[in-house]
């Protein structure tokens, strides 16, 4: 069980999250404006890497709140966790 | 009774307190603080199961956790039964009562030994090659034959009735393994004060030196069986296993521990020799040999012989030696033995025979003697064999550790310390220089060679997989089934891939090498269950009303975790005609319905509104106070997520409902929306699903019976509104909403007054003829009438327009979650599934929910289905059977047959408008 540390609480386990999917998908601030390449380009296409990886997750069972955390996906070392709007390390 | 192989002193058991038991029916005695094993041994018991496959007589191979053959069922009663349990692992207590398992009729004499016979025509592979066709008498011939057959032990058929507990640890240092490694990283670490827990798997470990430190915990008989990321660590700890009467103790403990840092130091085991006959009865490994004697006095043999390429054997013939058996002959496969292990043994006597080999074996339930590579017969009772060491590194390999390849002393270790993480003593690599052998003993001359003993594969069978054109050793595994066993190949998987590599002419380390996986040794699922079983699998939720229904008869449901009364059946009535009394008395006169399980959430803040907006595809900006509408809620992909009703309490405050189980979810998408994407709004989100118990009134009646209790609020109110006042003298928000298309209130008290409110207007409800009704009668009316529950008639692939609710869409809005999504090509193609109403033919036939809808009564195998019925009622008030379900452009089909899958054949139903009752609303006004 991975121990996470939420930016606002601290270290818990994982128990306590959801995980909410890939980390800084930013939503068109027009979604009217885009085309449907654009669209299907935000809402389906997701990366799958190997290695540093960009997600959110919600402490759920705590303060509710989304975070962002840069987790290596071979070894599950998070490597940071940062508030929502904070550029990635 | 004497326990003739037992020595007069010596080892760790308790010779004063004899302990009696059984084996296969027989009585036996042997000693507190013995195994199964031992205390078998003891009394020159080897013979302790048949093999997997071949039904092959097998004897102990080892003292410990990797046992391959003597797996035994331990049995209190019909429930407390044990199957394959390693020997070497039970702790024997007064009455202990084991069998032997995978045999027929007994263990000595049994039919299914014919497989050895035929051993030459089971190879690898045989199943797959042998049952390939006909495809059906797989199961009905093959299949059960085998299983018979093959197998291990057989289940308790009763439930467990013994409990498990579970408990949460934190700790600086987590060893595992209480060796001499073990027990001395606890003693460097323990002065610091850090807070240590030592486990280990047998019952008593050297942790006497321990016991002065109060930071150190110890736990006996608890294997660490699991390595999971971030230093999380499952433990077994047992706790009556080794009684002989547990009480109303917990059985085992499951141990959760996060740990700062983790010691390793879980040894090595040994390697048996691949060898002809090399898993007769009495033939064992020679460290196992050792700790029979050494920890429970016990020889494992009179005359023996020792097999070996590693010095420790030497030590172990010494030892039995000393204590009386006669070591007869070492056999070496080196050329030249050296060492001072080698010349202890020259100046006891016993003779050394330098690059020899067994090549064969004699004897039926127990070996007899050994034929060396030079033709001598040698008579013998027992047979120790040592091929060397190998790291136990599976909870390393676990923690995804890399191992690297020792190629002097021919194993894999681990390749350094992780974060967190280190290995010490054997389990590091940090064995003496003594030897080893991997592979097949050159000069065998036939006769089945055994690899891995518990899956019953021969040296054979893995060659004969590389010669088939198995490469890797993933595949070679897989198809020889080698180290797929419960042991994990934990005394096999050296040697398999040794002969695999030879076999393919490669290094040993290119062949690879397959993954430990958790657990270590198998875990009862007892021991996961814990308490979360009978009633306390899933937590329970219960309106505030529950007491209430109980009392009232009514029959209970599963909606999410949540008890919902179903219906209140009276008087013997069954389900159905229950349900079918309550809509009929709601639609006459009135129900009262529970409905607190509805979802709520208050939004608040000066741009609730615009947040709604956003959230929902209806318009909220124009929604006056003390107004309500129907909401309904997409996912950005432009499909139906929830609905309910929203209202507006003040220009800032919305009190929004959703559905029962969709509450959570709903909940979250505000949050993600509002935390990330619209973080400038100033809304406020809280649940308070729990807050409100909601109370439904519905029917004719409905105004009557609220009319007395109301005294600040008009009832006159109009549909869709909501009225803050006092219901029953308790502080209400009243809606007026209608879910069943009669005259309508809901009733929001707070939850702690619900049975008060309750009380009052049931009392005034029985006056009117009115009646308790449940979810199924909820149910009834609201399909009668066409409203959609989001998750039956929805599936998270249907949009607002599929289910013709495209009103609700504020089209003028620049945007809300799923818009973009709606103008899809997909979602907007002329042959989308659309929602309909069904009436069948029969009109007393209910189709069953989820049956296909296709255009012919005898649609060809594989042919395209129209779309599928999402609900089906039998209902009361229309006197006949009503359906809803989703057709390929269904609203231009008006009148069209279609037919509905049941499991026998089809049956005919016309398409109509999914309102069944009082199309044009006026029963609303009551
Ligand atoms: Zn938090």
Known sequence: MLLIPCPWCGPRPELEFRHAGQAHIARPADPSATSDAEWTEFLFLRSNPKGRHAERWRHASGCNRFFNCVRDTVSDTILATYKPGEAAP | MTQPFRTEAGGQIDRSRPVRFSFDGRAYVGYAGDTLASALLANGVHLMGRSYKYHRPRGVLSAGAEEPNALVNVARDAARSAPNLRATQVELYEGLTATSQNRFPSLGFDLGAINDVCAPLLGAGFYYKTFMAPRGAWFKLYEPIIRHAAGLGRAPVAPDPDRYANRYAHCDLLIAGGGPAGVQAALEAAPSGQRIIIADDNPGFDSATLAGFANVTCLPRTTVFGYFPHNFLG????????????????????????????????????????????DRPGIMLAGAARTYLDRYGVLVGKRVVVFTACDTAYAAAVALHRAGSQVVAILDLRDSPGGPEVAAVREAGIAVYPASSIV?????????????????????????????????????????????????????????????????????????????????????????????????????????????????????????????????GKTSNMNALAIAAQQLGQPLPSVGLTTFRMPYTPVTLGLFAGAARGELFDPVRQAPLHDWAQAAGAVFEDVGLWKRARAFPRGGEDLHAAVARECRTVREAAGLFDASTLGKVEVVGPDAAEFLNRLYTNSWSKLAVGRCRYGLMLTEAGFVMDDGVVARLTVDRFHVTTTTTGAPRVLAQMEDYLQTEFPELKVWLTSTTEQWAVIAVQGPRARAILAPH???????????????????????????????????????????????????????????????????????????KGYIIVGQDTDGTVTPDDLGLGWAIGRSKPDFVGKRSLLREDLIKADRPQFVGLLTVDPVRVPEEGAQIVPVAAPAVGSHALGHVTSAYSSATLNRSIALGLVEGGRGRMGEVVHLTTASGTIPAVIAEPVFYDREGGRLDG
């Open chain 2, 235 to 278: 433990l077994a700890e047992r706790l009556t296993d080794h009684l002989a009467d547990p009480g109303d103790r917990a059985r085992e403990r499951l141990w959760q521990v996060r740990a700062k840092q983790v010691s390793l130091a879980t040894g090595a085991i040994e390697r048996p020799l691949v060898f002809a006959g090399n």
């Open chain 2, 710 to 784: 109301v005294s600040d609020i008009d009832l006159a109110m109009p549909h869709m509104s909501v009225r803050e006042g006092r219901v029953a003298g308790v502080p209400a928000r009243l809606f007026r909403v209608s879910f069943t298309g009669e005259l309508g209130f809901e009733v929001n008290v707070p939850a702690g007054q619900a049975q008060r409110v309750w009380d009052v207007l049931w009392a005034e409800a029985v006056k009117h003829g009115a009646c308790a009704y449940g979810t199924e009668a909820m149910h009834v009316l609201r399909a009668e």
């Open chain 2, 360 to 488: 064969g074996t004699q004897g039926r339930l127990r070996v007899r003697s050994v034929t060396t590579g030079a033709g001598l017969r040698i008579a013998c009772d027992a047979v120790l064999m040592s091929g060397g060491w190998t790291p136990s590194v599976h909870l390393y390999s676990q923690a995804r550790g890399k191992l690297v390849y020792d190629e002097e002393r021919q194993f894999f270790r681990p390749a350094g310390p992780l974060p967190g993480l280190r290995c010490v003593g054997a389990c590091n690599g940090d064995l003496p220089e003594s030897g080893g052998f991997l592979g097949v003993v050159p000069g065998q001359r036939g006769g089945p060679a055994f690899v891995d003993f518990q899956n019953d594969v021969k040296a054979s069978d893995i060659q004969g997989a590389v010669a088939e054109g198995f490469r890797s050793i993933e595949h070679v595994k897989r198809y020889t089934t080698t180290g797929m066993a419960t042991d994990q």
